[in-house]
């Protein structure tokens, strides 16, 4: 440790590197017992540019790891030999205080002595309490202690005893920052040693130290009667007073050690009781990569769709969720049957079972009728994922296609749950749907499309038959690449209304069919937008949705076919489907209300009023059901809007350029913007600004409107994307992290002029910060403390003002934090390997207002989100609770208070929603 101290002293700018010919010099003069040829092998060997300088932590990593290899193998090499403790201490030295390299040395009062009967040596035992032989102390510790005490708290070196054998201190693995740090273990070595405030490794504070411990004499005397009274460790903190004793937890994650110092009131609280997670809320729909998704139950208002891993019962009139989250995959399709009681949902396989399943449940009591996951003597009925279902005509039976190689087609009882037939039936690599044809024909005909796809099948449940009948033929009409929707629906035809199949595909055409499934008629042909879906208002009213954001309303009782046009806005997407709810309301006038799910991941809900039926695509009405994000969103901040009666809002930002604002009390969507040719990976806000940052390492502060944000400035950060954006808890600076691993400090101009100024930077970091929290108040000179981590392991504490890197993270163990996001934080490491080893990193973590709950996600959990109580009295394992939040990964999670309600929400990255949970 001297050595390492010596070195450290050597390297002022805390670079990590020292020129090697300064590190040969200090190794040869601290005695390192390696011989030269080797230690010249291991300089050259961490000479990582070759350019003379030397990652000194590199060479202590591959030191200790040599000392830990030759004490397994020869323990012998390092058993201290013990001197008799007369030989070495005068007995009129007894309760005498010395100084000895910069240090207050107490030594013991009850020395050893020699029985001169027996001629054998006899000691106290160190384990009373009492103070121990050569106990040195920290004058530092003691209130008198006053001068010089900021340098310090800046400058100070623990020394570290050992840990299980191993030399402590240092860096272990990629770990760097609070490591090091630590007391020896009772009975081991000649006494328990904690120096806090100074000490002689490497600079001038131990020089200082020992010509300020020779002014201050009555100081010492105190502190030698504090360690008379048993206190065996003298421990400061950053004010310079005297604290309890400290121990260290340490943990590991995976092959990497954590030293963490736990706040003092740790151990005085008793562990609360943890409360467990109800899900309230869903916001977010699958419309992106899912066809088909959208139902309304027969005979009511309440919408079914699926995200993720839940399937959402969204009652329209009264605004209220219901959820069913039985299902431990991704959903990819829903069949509802007739009487709007009967639900049938398919999901891909999961790596547990090794298959895909279907599950048949209940509307009205979201209960599971059958889980079909049988298997063929032939091999695996659903082996892939569950693309397409349909129930049979007389919905006795279930029909499900799977997209396995090859596709199969398999039909399913619907009173046993039983495999009744199976087939194999196409090679198309994307199938888009399966329909059953029920008033059009005659036959008990189904219908397969997809990419270069529209087949007609024949199955009959009670024969156990499945017959292929025949491709459908277009003609004169260009096969088109996809058919994207095949509808069945009464059309006028010939002064007659009669029953025809429908299909839209990715050309543009809607083409209505005849009876043996030839084209009767061409409704739209040439647009080349694709056409995702197609419903009927009337008999004579049809509504079109394509991949531009286009909404047609084609009149069919008009010869030729009449038609007018509507986009929805930009933000939303493309129309993915198309459902929907007429509502008679005032005399002479006709309101149809229309849910449009779209490919940006919302569903919005158009109101068209018409009199006399005559609609007109471009007059409607807009609201927003929900949003979500249609590719990976990992950033969520939430906001207490005092002025506005404490109404909290949660934002969401996401890679789609989407950024989403939430009224959590009344689960609306308030405002939804999109930021065109901008991938958001990073977001926080301080009102009335919001801070985004993107992956071409742009900068963009906003000002937060009632419905929209409005841009104030831009600015570059860095060569890589930004990693992590955090306000200070005054609201004038904010801390900007970049993938180049350095962390940019930004402060508001005085005055009215919005303008921002860099006012330092961090980097320290060697690797890409993913979290920074900031003290709640100045703890350091009235300098706010930061907390930042790397994804490899870095666990730096650092002066907001200066930039200074602080290296005695004991000092600052009782900061109150203004947030504890920091996923190396003492909450969340603590908490979450509790039990034992944790193999891998922690995504994100957040901690309750009141601190006495901690939300965790560990990579490779699949959507598990840990809670546990907090703190853990005595450092017991933590009182958790495993939460599956229905869906494959969790890339974020806050706590916040909902009208005086403890909430928690998460984001899930990879579906784009977000999930509110409430706490009782």
Request: proline share 4%.
């Amino acid at each position: 440790m001297c050595i390492q101290n010596a070195v450290l002293g050597l390297d002022k700018t805390r670079q990590g590197y020292v020129a090697n010919t300064q590190l040969l010099k200090v190794c040869r003069e601290h005695g390192l017992p390696v011989k030269p040829d080797l230690l010249k092998s291991l300089l050259i060997r961490c000479d990582d540019d070759n350019n003379g300088k030397i990652s000194h932590r590199e060479l202590f990593v591959l030191v200790d790891k040599a000392f830990e290899g030759a004490m397994k193998v020869n323990p012998k090499l390092f058993a201290k030999k013990e001197e008799p403790i007369a030989s070495t201490k005068k007995r009129g030295d007894a309760g005498r205080i010395i100084m000895e390299d910069g240090m207050v040395k107490v030594v013991n009062n009850r020395l050893s002595s020699t029985n001169s009967s027996d001629n054998k040596q006899s000691s106290v035992d160190t384990d009373d309490g009492g103070i121990h032989s050569d106990t040195i102390i920290d004058i530092s510790s003691v209130p008198e202690y006053t001068v010089r005490k900021a340098s310090l708290a800046t400058n100070s070196v623990v020394s570290v005893g050992s840990e299980d054998g191993k030399p402590g201190g240092g860096r272990l693995g990629k770990m760097k920052g609070f490591l090091g740090g630590g007391r020896n273990k009772k009975g081991k070595g000649t006494g328990d040693t904690l120096t806090v405030g100074g000490g002689g490794g490497g600079g001038d504070n131990g020089s200082d130290n020992v010509s300020l411990a020779s002014s201050i004499f009555s100081t010492i005397s105190k502190v030698a009667a504090i360690a008379q009274r048993g206190d065996t460790t003298i421990t400061t903190g950053a004010n310079g007073l005297v604290e309890k004793p400290i121990h260290p937890v340490v943990r590991k994650i995976g092959d990497h050690k954590l030293v963490l110092w736990p706040p003092d009131e740790y151990f005085d609280t008793v562990t609360p009781k943890i409360r467990l997670p109800s899900l309230e809320w869903i916001y977010g729909y699958s419309g992106f990569a899912h066809r088909n998704n959208i139902h309304f139950l027969s005979g009511s208002a309440t919408l079914v769709y699926f995200v993720g891993h839940v399937v959402v019962l969204y009652d329209v009139n009264k605004d209220t969720q219901r959820h069913y989250g039985e299902h431990d995959g991704l959903i990819q399709c829903i069949a509802t049957a007739s009487d709007g009681i009967v639900v049938a949902t398919g999901q891909s396989a999961t790596t547990t079972d090794g298959g895909a399943q279907i599950r048949v449940w209940t509307t009205d009591q979201l209960k599971t009728l059958h889980v079909l996951t049988s298997q063929n003597p032939n091999g695996s009925v659903l082996q892939v994922s569950v693309t397409g279902l349909c129930f049979s005509r007389d919905e006795d039976a279930l029909v499900a296609i799977d997209e396995g190689k090859p596709r199969s087609l398999s039909v399913w009882s619907m009173e046993s749950g039983q495999l009744l037939a199976s087939k194999p039936c196409t090679e198309s690599p994307v199938v888009c749907g399966l329909v059953s044809l029920r008033t059009s024909t005659k036959e008990s005909w189904y219908i397969i499309y997809g990419r270069g796809l529209m087949e007609v099948w024949r199955i009959v449940p009670t024969e156990k038959r499945i017959d292929f009948v025949r491709q459908c033929i277009f003609g004169q009409i260009p096969k088109p690449s996809i058919v994207t929707c095949v509808v069945e629906s009464v059309v006028p035809t010939g002064g007659a209304e009669k029953s025809h199949a429908m299909s839209a595909d990715s050309d543009g055409n809607i083409i209505i069919w005849t009876d043996e499934m030839r084209p009767k008629t061409v409704l739209q042909h040439g647009n080349k937008v694709p056409v995702f879906t197609l419903c009927f208002l009337s008999p004579a009213h049809l509504m079109s949705g394509s991949r531009d954001g286009q909404i047609s309303i084609l009149r069919l009782h008009e010869d030729p076919v009449a038609s007018t046009k509507a986009i929805i806005p930009e933000q939303y997407g493309g129309v993915r489907m198309l459902v929907p709810l007429t509502d008679p309301s005032a005399p002479g006038a006709i309101t149809y209300t229309v849910i449009a799910g779209t490919t940006g991941n919302s569903i919005i809900k158009l109101n068209f009023t018409a009199a006399s039926e005559e609609l007109d695509a471009e007059k409607y009405e807009l609201s927003v059901v929900t949003a979500g994000h249609f590719d990976e969103v990992g950033s969520l901040t939430t906001l207490l809007q005092q002025d506005k009666g404490g109404q909290s809002l949660a934002i969401t930002a996401g890679m789609d350029g989407n950024i989403n604002c939430f009224d959590l009390a009344n689960h609306k969507v308030v405002w939804r913007v999109f930021l065109k040719d901008s991938m958001v990976t990073a977001m926080d806000c301080y009102a009335p600004f919001l801070a985004v940052g993107t992956s071409d390492a742009k900068l963009k502060l906003f000002q937060l409107g009632d419905s929209d944000l409005s841009l104030i400035l831009q600015a570059n950060v860095g060569a890589g994307k930004v990693s992590c954006i955090k306000f200070s808890p005054d609201g004038s600076r904010f801390a900007v992290a970049s993938q180049e691993t350095e962390i940019f400090m930004y402060k508001f101009a005085d005055g009215t002029d919005m303008n921002i100024t860099v006012i330092g930077k961090f980097d320290k970091h060697d690797f890409p910060v993913v979290s920074i929290d900031w003290s709640r108040n100045p703890a350091r000179d009235n300098h706010y403390v930061i907390h930042s981590n790397s994804y490899e392991f870095e666990n730096f504490l650092w002066d907001a003002d200066s930039m200074d890197y602080l290296e005695e993270a004991h000092f600052y163990r009782n900061v109150k934090w203004f947030s504890q996001t920091c996923v190396l934080g003492f909450p969340a490491a603590t908490s979450v390997t509790a039990d034992g080893t944790v193999e891998t990193f922690i995504v994100c973590t957040d901690v309750t207002p009141t601190f006495d709950m901690v939300a965790a996600v560990v990579q490779g959990q699949k959507g598990q989100l840990g809670l546990y109580s907090f703190p853990n009295a005595n450092n017991a394992a933590a009182i958790k609770h495993m939460q599956p939040t229905y869906s494959s990964a969790i890339h974020a999670v806050r706590f916040c208070y909902i009208s005086n309600r403890l909430c928690l929400l998460c984001v899930h990255g990879e579906d784009g929603s977000m999930s509110q949970w409430s706490l009782r």
